[in-house]
């Protein structure tokens, strides 16, 4: 794979170069509604494993993990929490100067109308290093978990415990408000709603298309209020959400191919983005595929390269994908996740180049792009696949905590120095 780091464009001087984490998928030791159902599902995800995960293009090399309960849980994770400061340092040597996080909920709130000031300090001190080494925050209020109490009242299901969120983020926002400008509400809420509610594959491992609609409505709801919260404390706040926009596109010109692919983007994002646009400074695109279609069916091209995970790399698409929003929105966009799941790091570099390219020629073509956070800086637990999918710039040896980078970062590293320059 070549090395060459002069790519032919630029992007505006004030342009966000980073990378994002979650905090359950990085910090370890949390105690939350995913890290109970962990325990109580591993052994079933492991089994599941044998028969769901066996075509995916890399089985040999996985199956191993993929078949232990153990890599189901989440434990230390990448240590984040005790290691932030040496992965802030890692973040500077890759010449990056934004980095997007979350704030768990159950550390700072572990039991209902209880603060826990360590976890607040914490946060605190974590935000004012960011600032301290020159990279800007971007703080994301919900990233998939919740504190079991707030689950155990029926989370975001019921309209009322909507309350206790906007609690929640006012609380944070009082705290380490003084450092932010980019807020995200919430980190893709319709992929909650769908794996929790409607395939049943997270935790409330309920299938019902009703409640996950509820779900998802509640979670416009709970950013509206949230934003008008936020906008109300401070002007300096820019209130954004996460959503993950794939590009649903037609694979010929029939009437019901083109059809059925302009109802599955408006399902996919404008149902929900309609419900929220009035309370939106700007908008976080998480993007990793699409979907082609023929007549009612998707149809994948078959000559593309898939991702460890079996999921189809067409990274240019997110060219599409900004401009359709930003000509329908006419907001800001900020790419706050992109990347893939790519052990032996033999794509990743492909993808960045074709990535950056796309939106190049976005930004070229009018849309106002804030920046680009690549997923991830570490690699993560990978939420019900476990710890084996790698997303991370970094390396992460989980039994020494060592972080390597990987050769796509260093040079990513020495492109965002040329385009930063």
């Given amino acids: 794979m070549s090395q060459k780091t002069s790519l032919p464009f630029t992007f505006p001087k004030r342009f966000l170069w980073g990378a994002s984490v979650s905090a359950h ?116 209020l919900f990233h998939f978990t919740l504190p079991v109490w707030f689950a155990q009242k029926g989370g975001f299901e019921k309209r009322a415990n909507i309350k206790y969120f906007v609690r929640f983020a006012e609380k944070v926002l009082s705290e380490v408000g003084a450092d932010v400008r980019y807020v995200v509400t919430i980190n893709e809420p319709e992929v909650f709603a769908m794996q929790g509610w409607l395939e049943g594959t997270w935790p409330p491992n309920k299938t019902s298309k009703w409640q996950a609609l509820r779900v998802y409505v509640n979670l416009a709801v709970a950013h509206n209020r949230v934003a008008k919260m936020a906008q109300g404390m401070s002007r300096r706040f820019k209130i954004g959400l996460s959503k993950n926009c794939a590009h649903h596109y037609p694979g010929d010109d029939a009437w019901v191919t083109r059809a059925t692919a302009r109802l599955a983007q408006w399902g996919a994002d404008y149902f929900f983005l309609n419900l929220v646009k009035q309370r939106l400074d700007w908008l976080g695109v998480n993007y990793y595929f699409s979907y082609r279609y023929y007549g009612y069916r998707i149809h994948n091209p078959e000559n593309i390269p898939l991702s460890d995970l079996g999921w189809t790399m067409e990274p240019g698409n997110i060219q599409p994908v900004v401009e359709r929003l930003y000509a329908k929105y006419g907001i800001p966009v900020m790419v706050t996740e992109n990347g893939l799941a790519d052990a032996t790091d033999e794509e990743r570099q492909w993808w960045l180049t074709h990535t ?65 320059s």
């Fill in 25 to 140: 998928q990085v910090e370890g030791g949390n105690h939350n509604q995913w890290s109970v159902w962990e325990l109580e599902n591993a052994k079933s995800l492991a089994k599941q494993a044998e028969y769901k995960q066996t075509g995916l293009p890399n089985w040999s090399r996985i199956k191993k993990q993929a078949t232990t309960p153990e890599n189901y849980i989440s434990g230390k994770a990448s240590n984040h929490y005790d290691d932030y400061r040496q992965d802030f340092a890692w973040v500077k040597k890759l010449n990056m100067n934004a980095f997007r996080f979350s704030i768990e909920w159950s550390r700072i709130e572990p039991e209902e109308g209880r603060w826990n000031p360590e976890a607040i300090a914490h946060y605190k001190k974590y935000v004012k290093t960011l600032k301290a080494n020159k990279i800007e925050p971007v703080i994301t």
């Fill in 356 to 420: 950056l390219s796309a939106l190049h020629k976005a930004h070229k073509n009018g849309v106002e792009l804030l920046g680009y956070m690549h997923w991830s800086l570490l690699d993560n637990f990978e939420w019900a696949y476990g710890r084996w999918p790698r997303f991370g710039l970094l390396e992460v040896d989980y039994k020494t905590g060592e972080r390597t980078p990987r050769k796509s970062a260093i040079w990513l590293a020495a492109v965002i120095k040329k385009l930063r």
